[in-house]
């Protein structure tokens, strides 16, 4: 059999576009306490973009170690504080405008603007979780979708959402989304009178369904 060293990375050496991994990651197996060895071939494969039919020529325990290495990888992440300020360089093509765009990491919710509520409250964290990136980074000086005299929004958050995505790996994007978690089911609490655990298991199914 051919030998076939499979490299498992750590979640800081991921793109923050692996979210679905974490997110999904029960869907991956039928039954999770007895995975096939397809089923951890398909993990294996997300997970290091290397294709299938190269990991199933890799020896059955390499497999089963690499699946367990990812595993362990998940379980062993602990969250941290997400980083308070990024700075990205200006995309424009004329070389007199290039400069550094900084974004802020914006904590205290409950100061955002109506219109960012909204935005919160429709945001898919099924299909599109990495949008919640433009949602809570701000260009610094800025506030939420802030509009000229013409009402043209100056500061997407879909343009934010691009510039910052390259400059993040996946755990950066699970510390993201575990502060605002923690600080969104406090403040839909107190805003809207609902028990906490119940607001909890409602962000957590459309977190996980």
Same mark, same amino acid.
């Given at each position: 059999?051919? $030998?076939?060293?499979?490299?498992?990375?750590?979640?800081?050496?991921?793109?923050?576009?692996?979210?679905?991994?974490?997110?999904?990651?029960?869907?991956?197996?039928?039954?999770?306490?007895?995975?096939?060895?397809?089923?951890?071939?398909?993990?294996? $494969?997300?997970?290091?973009?290397?294709?299938?039919?190269?990991?199933?020529?890799?020896?059955?325990?390499?497999?089963?170690?690499?699946?367990?290495?990812?595993?362990?990888?998940?379980?062993? =992440?602990?969250?941290q504080k997400p980083r308070d300020v990024i700075k990205?360089?200006?995309? $424009?093509?004329?070389? #007199?405008? !290039?400069?550094?765009?900084?974004?802020?990491?914006?904590?205290? #919710?409950?100061?955002? $603007? =109506?219109?960012?509520?909204?935005?919160?409250?429709?945001?898919?964290?099924?299909?599109?979780?990495?949008?919640?990136?433009?949602?809570? =980074?701000?260009?610094?000086?800025?506030? #939420? @979708?802030?509009?000229?005299?013409?009402?043209?929004? !100056?500061?997407?958050?879909?343009?934010?959402?691009?510039?910052?995505?390259?400059?993040?790996?996946?755990?950066?994007?699970?510390?993201?989304?575990?502060?605002?978690?923690n600080q969104y089911v406090i403040l839909k609490e107190?805003? @809207?009178?609902?028990?906490? @655990?119940?607001?909890?298991?409602?962000?957590?199914?459309?977190?996980?369904?």
């Amino acid at each position: 059999m051919k $030998s076939y060293k499979l490299i498992i990375k750590p979640v800081q050496e991921l793109p923050c576009s692996k979210y679905h991994i974490v997110y999904n990651l029960k869907d991956y197996f039928e039954d999770v306490e007895r995975p096939t060895r397809g089923e951890k071939v398909r993990l294996i $494969s997300d997970w290091t973009d290397e294709k299938p039919n190269r990991i199933f020529a890799a020896n059955p325990k390499d497999i089963d170690a690499a699946c367990d290495a990812i595993i362990k990888q998940l379980n062993s =992440y602990k969250p941290q504080k997400p980083r308070d300020v990024i700075k990205t360089p200006n995309k $424009s093509k004329k070389w #007199y405008k !290039l400069k550094r765009q900084t974004y802020v990491f914006k904590k205290d #919710y409950d100061k955002m $603007s =109506y219109g960012w509520w909204e935005h919160v409250r429709q945001l898919n964290m099924k299909d599109n979780p990495l949008e919640l990136i433009g949602l809570v =980074y701000m260009e610094k000086g800025m506030g #939420y @979708s802030e509009v000229d005299k013409h009402d043209n929004v !100056l500061n997407p958050v879909s343009e934010r959402q691009k510039a910052l995505v390259d400059k993040m790996n996946l755990a950066d994007f699970l510390d993201i989304g575990a502060f605002f978690l923690n600080q969104y089911v406090i403040l839909k609490e107190l805003r @809207s009178g609902l028990n906490i @655990s119940q607001t909890m298991e409602e962000l957590l199914n459309q977190h996980h369904t």
